[in-house]
């Protein structure tokens, strides 16, 4: 006959429960209390562990907005004084994939571009997480530059055709890769047909409303930029 473990508040010792089992029933069900306490101690534990990789994970992915001490840091590199793309003293917003500064105008060439070929944000209105701020901390408008010329890439090429050379797409790997703590890569891409952009054509401006003709800057600059 299957012998049922007595709750904990039931009586041991019952008319139906002689003394002889007594010593069994105990020590079975000490056991399994011991049991279900470690079962519990285990799951709290893998519980605090998960919460534990929650707060870490949280703290890379949270967005803040840069510090006056985070701003200076990245415009304290070389070549950041400067768009990288063109003359404007002073820029105030950024690619984040070429971990680079740019002005109000080479901002909108880069937007029309898409964000799979440069992720935009603006240093002072926007919010950054870890990993961005670690992008831009590690990139720096004259490393953009210097590796443009060793791959014979002119900077003052239009926006459109230099941001498709495959040695645009290989700085951004390499960045990356650095950041997340890879190899770096080594090897240039294939090279890709760069698709029609409206900048880059005649007298091409970016504004709120779209492409237009009419205004080469688009919008006023931020303050601050020069023009």
């Known amino acids: 006959e299957k012998i049922r473990l007595p709750r904990a ?3 041991w010792r019952t008319k139906s429960r002689p003394a002889s089992v007594y010593g069994r029933l105990r020590a079975a ?9 470690q079962r519990r101690s285990r799951n709290s534990h893998k519980k605090l562990a998960i919460s534990k990789k929650g707060i870490g994970l949280s703290i890379h992915t949270m967005a803040v907005s840069m510090t006056p001490q985070m701003q200076a ?4 590199l070389p ?16 690619s984040v994939t070429y971990g680079s500064l740019m002005c109000l105008e080479c901002s909108g060439a880069h937007r029309s571009l898409g964000v799979h070929i440069s992720f935009v944000r603006s240093v002072t209105m926007d919010s950054w997480n870890h990993k961005q701020l670690a992008m831009m901390t590690n990139g720096g408008n004259a490393d953009l530059q ?68 009419g205004d080469s800057k688009g919008s006023a600059a931020l303050k601050g930029e020069s023009t």
């Open 29 to 37: 069900s000490v056991q399994l209390h011991r049991q279900r306490r």
């Open 73 to 76: 840091e990245i415009r304290i």
């Open 146 to 213: 210097a590796f443009w010329k060793k791959h014979g890439v002119d900077p003052k090429m239009p926006h459109n055709a230099k941001y498709h050379e495959p040695a645009s797409t290989l700085y951004a790997d390499r960045l990356k890769a650095k950041v997340e703590g890879r190899p770096l890569p080594t090897e240039l891409p294939a090279r890709q047909a760069a698709p029609a952009s409206a900048y880059d054509g005649p007298g091409g401006g970016f504004s709120a409303g779209g492409f237009s003709g």
């Open 9 to 11: 508040d039931e009586p």
């Open 79 to 94: 070549g950041n004084d400067t768009c990288v793309d063109c003359p404007t003293k002073n820029p105030q917003w950024a």
